[in-house]
């Protein structure tokens, strides 16, 4: 919510395209190190104070002293400081390494805001405070003190912090009414002048209100059931940088064999997954096709469909069951007229799956483990409160199939090394296999990657997963030599995380198309299915932005009505 009463600064659409706000315009150095951000004249506080790049700058370094407990930038010392603000309304943002221009504004204003005067009371005593502060106990004493300050509605509307299109009027614990504050740049782009928000915890009830016609905007996975999904009016409806997959843990002897990995991706109905989604839970969603592990926003912004088409293994988007049984035989598993798949040394194939209690994950938890039951694989599923499943997934690891999701909008997030090589681990757990002597280089020289990466490793595989932390595979891409018999080569996660996000396109494009392969090949995980944001409206009272002029992805409508981007059909 303090989002939507505070002023975005910058939103990156799906194409990693930057949308503005607040922000007016932006210029890079010519080392690409830096970026000085140029801010409008003509946003304002609710209580008519205009907003400046010192209310920007107080909201960088508040949010350090509250997530970090230290200072963030001096204004006074403009040179040496990540965030400096260089006159009224223009701020640089100092990178320290040379990236893209799209990963500098990606990580300085993507979905930022301003939301507090700098010239407010309190606000000053803690930045004073924090400016006095001799040690790091001093600065973590009042980063303390600020986690406990508390703003409530009556709070921001009284000191005037506010600065979004509408403004909380009245409110209780079920609902909070909006009205439009006149005084926002972006007032004229609606003709809404009331914009009511419902707190409904209970699904039950959303399907009830739906019902009832009380509502115009509502997730349609929030009202399956009251309708066919087919039958909603959809207001918005986009496939997100999201994908829902299976962290499989190879330390389980059944799982720490390649074939049988891949028998479990041909042995999975991808369409029948996004059917049952949709008939079952009301969630819309786009099946595997490529099986590279990336989005299809990833892939369109990489390598595309036409390398992945020509050069990766097609495990098929509907099950190949003659396929699966042919490499677990070949793996030693016998069936014998039992109803699992049987290995002479490791015993039956029985699986541990987890899962955590999130609508879509549960569902097709469920599902599969009723498919694969058919097929004589079994999985004894827990279903797991978010808290269970979190201590469960990162920290005692009693598990052999973990669903769960990927995202990244970029492929630096996508790929990122602790989202692909630890699978269920923390990044910050790479202190297990990385030696004490080494250290990541702070700005590697791009020309001389060899000499930083890869880092001292204490072991050649991730211990907690019995995980290849370099995947080995054909040096050819499309050689499905699954014995690796011929030449071969490693992914090397490390140097290609620096390419990502300061590689040229060429380099960033090979980092891609070994990912992709690596996956495909190797199958560390299996993708389940893309994920897609599915809002129904009440299209008969509303006006929804066309297709063509949704510039940017979003995760709810509410998005809309807070930029004035919805409009109603009648004065």
């Known amino acids: 919510m303090s989002h939507m009463y505070g002023a975005r600064l910058l939103s990156m659409n799906l194409n990693q395209e930057p949308i503005p706000f607040f922000v007016d315009d932006w210029e890079f150095s010519d080392d690409m190190t830096s970026v000085t951000v140029t801010y409008r004249d003509d946003y304002e506080f609710w209580d008519g104070q205009e907003i400046t790049a010192s209310d920007v700058y107080l909201h960088n370094e508040m949010d350090s002293l509250q997530s970090f407990g230290r200072k963030f930038g001096n204004p006074n010392e403009p040179d040496d400081e990540i965030v400096s603000q260089t006159d009224p309304i223009r701020i640089r943002y100092n990178q320290g390494c040379s990236e893209s221009g799209t990963i500098i504004l990606s990580n300085t204003l993507d979905d930022a805001f301003v939301m507090g005067k700098r010239d407010h009371p309190e606000i000053m005593d803690f930045i004073e405070r924090l400016q006095d502060a001799s040690d790091q106990n001093a600065r973590d004493e009042i980063s303390a003190d600020l986690q406990d300050w508390t703003w409530g509605y009556d709070y921001i509307l009284e000191e005037g912090h506010g600065a979004g299109l509408w ?10 009414v909006h009205e439009k504050y006149e005084g926002h740049p972006r007032s004229d782009e609606t003709n809404l002048e009331e914009f009511v928000m419902n707190n409904i915890p209970d699904a039950q009830r959303i399907v009830q209100e739906y019902q009832q016609g009380n509502l ?10 009251a309708q066919d999904p087919n039958g909603y009016d959809l207001a918005h409806q986009v496939a997100t940088n999201a994908q829902l997959n299976w962290r499989l843990n190879q330390a389980n002897p059944h799982l720490s064999k390649i074939r049988v990995r891949r028998a479990l991706s041909y042995a999975m109905d991808f369409e029948n997954i996004v059917t049952a989604l949709e008939q079952g839970n009301g969630t819309a969603s786009l099946p595997i096709q490529y099986h590279d592990g990336a989005s299809p926003n990833i892939r369109a912004q990489t390598y595309g469909d036409e390398w992945a088409e020509e050069n990766l293994i097609d495990y098929g988007s509907t099950a190949q069951p003659d396929q699966a049984a042919a490499l677990l035989q070949e793996a030693g598993y016998e069936r014998n007229g039992s109803d699992v798949w049987e290995h002479p040394d490791d015993g039956p194939i029985q699986l541990q799956m987890i899962s955590n209690e999130w609508g879509p994950h549960a569902f097709v938890s469920n599902f599969l483990q009723s498919q694969f039951q058919e097929f004589g694989i079994e999985f004894d ?18 598990y052999d199939v973990a669903t769960w999701f990927q995202q990244g909008a970029a492929p630096h997030q996508w790929w990122a090394v602790w989202n692909f090589l630890e699978q269920g ?8 296999v990385i030696a004490d002597s080494w250290e990541a280089p702070a700005c590697a020289d791009m020309d001389n990657l060899d000499a930083a990466y890869p880092p001292d490793l204490t072991t050649d595989k991730y211990p907690r997963m019995d995980m290849p932390i370099f995947l080995e595979f054909p040096a050819e891409y499309g050689n499905d030599d699954i014995d690796l018999a011929g030449d071969t080569r490693n992914l090397t996660p490390f140097k290609c995380q620096e390419i990502f996000r ?3 396109e060429e380099e960033v494009l090979r980092c891609a198309k070994d990912f992709a392969w690596a996956q495909n090949f190797y199958r560390p995980s299996i993708g389940l299915f893309n994920e897609i944001f599915s809002y129904m409206g009440n299209t008969g009272e509303l006006i929804f932005p066309e297709e063509g002029t949704k510039r940017y992805n979003t995760r709810g409508n509410w998005r809309f009505i807070d930029e004035g981007w919805v409009k109603s059909r009648t004065e």
């Open 167 to 176: 403004q909380p009027v009245d409110w209780n614990s079920e609902r909070i």
């Open 216 to 225: 115009d905007l509502a997730s349609v996975g929030d009202v399956s059931g």
């Open 381 to 398: 599923l827990s279903v797991l409160s978010f808290s269970g499943y979190m201590n469960t997934w990162l920290e005692s690891f009693d």
């Open 425 to 432: 681990a923390k990044w910050m757990y790479l202190d297990d």
């Open 502 to 504: 300061r590689g040229s």
